[in-house]
Each structure stands twice: as structure tokens, then as C-alpha cells.
């Protein structure tokens, strides 16, 4: 059987709600393999992840900027 793939996306912004480009954002499963994308000029992102849990990030780069991190995703 073949596994169910489901789409990770969306936009990242800052407080007063602008977008933010260049983000990269990545997907890690159990096994450690690694699924990443960067954000466009309008901070939006899109991952096709297989159906599983996953460690996701989001690190602008930038010192003023918090690197986010989410243990587990389903």
C-alpha cells in the first residue's frame, strides 16, 4: 500500500504581519530524512510531505528573528 502524501504550507510573518522571505522551512521525519523549502517574496512556503510525524523549522537567518521550531507534527 502506498502512503497518503499531504501538503505542509503556508506564510510567515512577523508582528505586524509582514511577510518574510527567504525563511527556510524544514520538514524532518522519525528516520532523519529531511524535506526543506524557502519562502517566496510574499512568505509563502509549500512542503508534499508523506503522512508521518515530523520536526518542523522555520529559521529566517536574521538575528532579530527567533528560529521556530514544532517537536512533532502530525
Known amino acids: 500500500f502506498?502512503?497518503?502524501q499531504v501538503i505542509l504550507s503556508g506564510v510567515v510573518i512577523d508582528?505586524?504581519?509582514a511577510a518574510i522571505p527567504n525563511t527556510i522551512?524544514?520538514?524532518t521525519d522519525k528516520?532523519?530524512?529531511?524535506?526543506?523549502t524557502?519562502?517566496?517574496q510574499n512568505g509563502f512556503y509549500e512542503l508534499a510531505?508523506?503522512?508521518?510525524?515530523y520536526k518542523i523549522e522555520a529559521d529566517t537567518n536574521n538575528p532579530?528573528?527567533?528560529k521556530?521550531?514544532?517537536?512533532?507534527?502530525?
Not at 521556530?68 to 502530525?74: D, H, K, Q, R, T
Open 2 to 4: 502506498g502512503q497518503n
Open 15 to 17: 508582528e505586524s504581519k
Open 25 to 27: 522551512i524544514t520538514a
Open 31 to 36: 528516520k532523519g530524512n529531511q524535506l526543506k
Open 38 to 40: 524557502v519562502t517566496d
Open 49 to 53: 510531505l508523506t503522512d508521518g510525524i
Open 64 to 66: 532579530g528573528f527567533e
Open 68 to 74: 521556530l521550531i514544532i517537536e512533532e507534527f502530525n
